[in-house]
Nanobody, 115 residues
């Protein structure tokens, strides 16, 4: 069973920042595109940001200019730097590894933006 280990969630005030981390096995990290999804209560899971092996990135329109995804190949870790957070960003955030028809998921980490 492939394990993606997430960390970095928590409670933050509007306008604040958080950084999420996701560590993956090296065999996965070297081959798979990595991404972050989120799911708010009563809503479908949605893609937040993705990063490919070559470093190309894509973002949901709602987070462009505020969130930055990056990957550290030496540490087999992908990060999501989240700035200017607002209450609409409150959700469980999931790390994803994707290759072809295969997807692996982390356990999820809660991000709550509230004053």
């Amino acid at each position: 069973q492939v394990q993606l280990v997430e960390s970095g969630g928590g409670l933050v005030q509007p306008g604040g920042s958080l950084r999420l981390s996701c560590a993956a096995p090296g065999s996965i990290f070297s081959m798979y595109a990595m991404g972050w999804y989120r799911q708010a209560p009563g809503k479908q899971r949605e893609l937040v940001a993705g990063i490919f092996i070559g470093g190309r990135t894509n973002y949901a329109d709602s987070v462009k200019g505020r969130f930055t995804i990056s990957r550290d190949n030496a540490k087999n870790t992908v990060y999501l730097q989240m700035n200017s957070l607002n209450p609409e960003d409150t959700a469980v955030y999931y790390c994803n590894a994707h290759w072809g028809l295969v997807d692996y998921w982390g356990q999820g980490t809660q991000v709550t933006v509230s004053s």
